[in-house]
């Protein structure tokens, strides 16, 4: 796990500088199987290098997760956005600092900025443990609403789907209330068909990717609405006092309210940060921010 500095509010404060890439990189993210309850399955995800995953962040704010899932596949984290534009880093910078005149208003935009990097990272971590799923682009915006996520998993010969995973992502320092009262009520919505139209228009460019028969498009896209093909994944950013099994099991507690389908398909994630939740991620923005000015300055 990295450790974390004090956060950095003044605009002028040093930046870090960017660590060279060793010649065999470490994992952006190091993610394993842990336990929880007999109703659900539990994955852990802490950071591999915080310098590589920053930048990973960094191309993906600049509008480039096709390109980023290919650095993620090959393992090229050397690797550089391939349209790197004045306009471009400037939406990234923009999206990843906290802007604001009063106290309140710079909090709304630290929660909205915390939540579009850790939404990121979610996708990251599915990119990482499933490279040939087709995965739902993440949000550039912070203010962006809508489907979290989502992943469609294919069979053999990339024709059928054989799960559809829809993603919840939240970071907040009560993860046990977030997953009690935002993330299962939204899930419980699309398990109940309410969001049915939602999440075809979602998986619609997904599925057309593949270059099948509007047929066969079709069949695939009826298995999404189907519970027999469906998980769920809710995903909450805790502290290093929520690393145990004991918190998993009380965080994750009611999944089984998501009743007709097998524990499997039912995902909790944890994304360990650090002691304190908050300047974990105001150092991960501000190593972020000092990678966009350095492909600025032409540095990398």
Not at 176 to 200: C, N, Q, T, V
């Amino acid at each position: 796990m990295v450790e974390v500095g004090k956060r950095i509010e003044k605009q002028n404060a040093p930046r870090p500088q960017i660590t060279k890439q060793c010649s065999l990189p470490s994992p952006i993210l190091e993610i394993k199987d842990v336990d929880i309850n007999e109703h659900c399955r539990g994955t852990r995800w802490n950071v591999g290098t915080l310098d590589d995953l920053a930048q990973i962040i960094v191309i993906i704010a600049m509008g480039q997760a096709m390109h980023a899932a290919r650095i993620i596949s090959e393992l090229r984290l050397d690797a550089k956005p391939l349209i790197n534009q004045e306009f471009l880093r400037a939406d990234a910078k923009q999206a990843l600092s906290i802007k604001g005149t009063t106290e309140k208003e710079r909090k709304a935009a630290r929660y909205h900025r915390d939540g579009l990097i850790f939404e990121i990272i979610s996708w990251i971590a599915a990119k990482m443990s499933n490279k040939k799923a087709l995965l739902l682009d993440p949000h550039v915006k912070s203010t962006t609403q809508g489907l979290d996520g989502l992943m469609i998993e294919l069979d053999k010969d990339q024709t059928g789907i054989i799960r559809a995973t829809i993603f919840e992502d939240k970071c907040s320092e009560d993860p046990r209330r977030m997953f009690r009262d935002e993330i299962i009520p939204a899930f419980l919505k699309y398990h109940r068909g309410e969001r049915a139209s939602e999440l075809l228009a979602a998986a619609a460019p997904l599925l057309e990717t593949l270059n099948l028969c509007e047929e066969k498009i079709s069949d695939a896209a009826k298995r999404i609405l189907e519970k027999a093909y469906r998980a769920y994944q809710g995903c909450l950013a805790t502290t290093l006092d929520d690393d145990c099994e004991e918190r998993r099991i009380s965080i994750f507690e009611g999944f089984e309210r998501l009743d007709g389908i097998a524990a499997n398909q039912r995902i909790g994630g944890v994304f360990v940060t650090g002691d304190d939740l908050r300047v974990w991620f105001d150092e991960v923005a501000m190593r972020a921010i000092a990678y966009i000015d350095r492909l600025g300055s032409g540095e990398v």
